[in-house]
Structure formats: structure tokens, C-alpha cells
């Protein structure tokens, strides 16, 4: 019988690294999840909706539209990074044969970050865009005009795609906390 290499148990340092990843990491994943479906649901609702009707004012709202679309697409991806933390984590607590290196982590988390921020910059902009839009719509109501003009009013649906931004927007931010967070965490010395 071969004697097998004995496993060497990583330092409680690097146990704890890999806890918080493996935590913090499911914490952003599912925080993450619930509000870009809740999100994404609130956008498939809006398109397919028979009231929402792209005429020469929602022409420009439908911009802001395709901004979220593309800050989903970012939050897609951070969600996928998200989910690769606690990967990285049950890594750690592997012997050091299969252990990420601290640059492979910290390159890992960058790119979560790069990913949020990027998915934040679309979407607050669709989010100042879209609120914009309604602003500007309000604005354009002549006085009075409310009671017999009913249909220049803000729909319910108009607040449904602010608040599908929003999610987008908590969930982003959500991403970025997790990153860094753990990147302060990784930055730590650790006793190999």
C-alpha cells in the first residue's frame, strides 16, 4: 500500500477567509437572485403589457428600458461571481495542493467588483432616465387638465419600472458590499 500524502489543515486564518467566502458569498448570490428575478419579472411584465404602448413619449422612456436591460445583463454576470466566492472558499479549506492563490481570489473579486459598478452605472442611469421621463411628463400636464385628460397621468406601471431599477440598483450595491468586503478580508496577512 502507498503511502498517501497526509492532507495538511490550512491555519485558522485561512479556515475563517474560506467561512467568509463561502457566507458572504451565498449572502450576495441570494440577495442577488431574489432582486434581479423580482426585477427582471417587473421588465417582462412591462414589455408584454398591452398598456405600455411605445408612442412618441415613451419612445424616450423605452431608452431608459434598454438601459435596465443591460444593467440585468451585468447583474447576470455578478450573480455568476457571486456564486463563485463560496467555490473559492471550500478551496481554501482544501489542502494547499488545490488552494487558490491569494492573487487568484483577489482577481476574483476585482472582477465581481469591475462587474457591479459597471451594472450600477447603467442602471442608475436608466433609473435618472426613466424618473426623468416622468418628470417631464407631469410637468407637461396643464393644470385642471387631470379631470378630463386622463390619459397624460403617470400609470401604476410607469412606478413598476422605477422600482424594477431600483431592485437592480440594491442588488448591485448588494455585489459591491460583498466584494469589498471580502477583498478587505483577503487583504489581511495570513500565516500559511
Not at 458572504?24 to 448570490?29: A, E, L, S
Not at 465581481?112 to 410637468?139: D, P, Q, R
Amino acid at each position: 500500500m502507498e503511502n498517501l500524502p497526509a492532507k495538511t489543515t490550512p491555519p485558522p486564518q485561512l479556515q475563517r477567509l474560506g467561512q467568509d467566502l463561502r457566507r458572504f458569498g451565498w449572502i450576495g448570490f441570494w440577495t442577488q437572485v431574489v432582486l434581479g428575478f423580482v426585477s427582471l419579472l417587473i421588465i417582462i411584465i412591462v414589455i408584454f403589457s398591452r398598456s405600455f404602448n411605445l408612442n412618441q413619449t415613451e419612445n424616450r422612456s423605452s431608452f431608459g428600458l434598454v438601459l435596465a436591460c443591460i444593467g440585468l445583463i451585468f447583474l447576470a454576470v455578478s450573480i455568476y461571481c457571486c456564486y463563485r466566492y463560496p467555490q473559492l472558499g471550500r478551496r481554501i479549506a482544501q489542502d494547499s495542493k488545490k488552494r487558490p492563490s491569494k492573487e487568484e481570489v483577489i482577481k476574483s473579486l476585482k472582477a465581481g467588483l469591475i462587474v457591479n459598478v459597471a451594472g450600477m452605472i447603467f442602471t442608475v442611469t436608466a433609473a435618472e432616465w426613466n424618473v426623468g421621463m416622468l418628470l417631464l411628463k407631469v410637468l407637461s400636464i396643464p393644470q385642471g387638465a387631470a379631470v378630463y385628460a386622463t390619459n397624460v397621468l403617470i400609470e401604476p406601471l410607469e412606478i413598476f419600472v422605477v422600482q424594477s431599477k431600483v431592485n437592480t440598483i440594491a442588488a448591485q450595491l448588494t455585489g459591491i458590499i460583498v466584494a469589498l468586503w471580502l477583498l478587505h478580508r483577503v487583504s489581511r496577512p495570513i500565516n500559511r
